[in-house]
């Protein structure tokens, strides 16, 4: 299947997800969730790039080592564990990069922090004292000047690629709801205006489906800023539509409804028309694996499992 590589704030995680449990082939993240137009751009570098990191890229804090490239996720306690973590990365999203069909870029913020020292757009503050950092809204040029430079670079080594450019629906509350609106703002004018400029870009509307199609608190999680499933999963119905062919969308369907098999639990789990039921599901997952080459072995485990009536 068409390798899709996914990077951005942690809405990208979230639609990535979604591409995962449809046994999509995705790519998400390499270098962890990253939400400004800077570090966006970092990331797809090190992936274009594909060479590792060294000891020196990293920092010490006293108990962790950090790359002020990556997200917290990747630190540890020894160095060369890190490292290694770090480079596998970079390396299988360079091979990722080489193959992809579509990637996606989802903006978060348009707000920076800088190294003081050096002028560093840095990905993650890794906890460290607040004096180190100077904190910046960039323009909307300057943002779109670093997502421009980096997509070039993108399609400089795979003239196929095709990219899906979206800004996150999640409000940033900690910069105040006013600085977050500004900020989106600022992200939707840098978005359009590298999709306008670099025809192998696409704008997707994530962020006014949320604030303008849904439009109701009912589709929030309980911190009233992040998107609540039914959102996401509506969101990605959408996105399936524009950028899935037909072929792709009803294999999607097929491997949901697997899905919502094992997901069902029965107050009877040995009773025939539940093993019955295992037995179908059972039937339609070796045919979407005979016949589109999926890998369905965590589903299928958990249904052999409960044949003879098992709790899995």
């Not at 299988?92 to 579509?102: D, I, L, T």
């Not at 950028?243 to 098999?261: G, N, P």
Request: aromatic share 8%; net charge negative.
């Amino acid at each position: 299947s068409d390798v899709v590589l996914s990077v951005g704030s942690c809405f990208a995680e979230r639609m990535g997800a979604f591409m995962t449990a449809s046994k999509m082939s995705v790519d998400v993240n390499p270098a962890g969730i990253v939400f400004n137009p800077v570090s966006i751009a970092s990331t797809l570098d090190l992936a274009v790039r594909g060479e590792p990191l060294g000891e020196d890229d990293l920092f010490h804090d006293g108990y962790l080592y950090h790359s002020w490239l990556h997200h917290s996720s990747f630190d540890h306690t020894q160095k060369d564990v890190a490292l290694r973590a770090m480079n596998e990365r970079i390396l299988a999203a360079h091979r990722a990069m080489r193959e992809a069909k579509v990637l996606i870029v989802t903006v978060g913020t348009a707000y920076v922090w800088r190294l003081k020292a050096t002028g560093q757009v840095v990905a993650n503050c890794h906890k460290m004292p607040a004096n180190l950092f100077e904190k910046v809204l960039l323009s909307p040029l300057e943002a779109q000047k670093s997502l421009a430079a980096a997509l070039e670079a993108c399609r400089a080594l795979n003239d196929e690629l095709q990219v899906v450019a979206t800004v996150s629906p999640v409000r940033h509350a900690r910069d105040g709801l006013t600085q977050s609106s500004r900020s989106k703002a600022h992200l939707l004018a840098a978005v359009h205006a590298v999709a306008d400029d670099m025809p192998f870009v696409r704008y997707f509307p994530s962020y006014e489906i949320v604030m303008d199609d849904l439009r109701d608190y009912r589709f929030f999680a309980d911190d009233m800023l992040h998107p609540s499933p039914a959102a996401e999963e509506y969101i990605f119905d959408a996105f399936a539509a524009c950028w899935l062919k037909d072929e792709t969308r009803s294999i999607v369907a097929e491997v949901a409804k697997v899905q919502r098999a094992v997901a069902h639990r029965p107050r009877q789990p040995q009773s025939p028309a539940y093993q019955q039921h295992v037995d179908r599901a059972l039937a339609e997952l070796s045919r979407l694996e005979r016949v589109h080459g999926l890998n369905m072995q965590e589903e299928r485990g958990v249904l052999e499992a409960r044949r003879g009536g098992g709790d899995a």
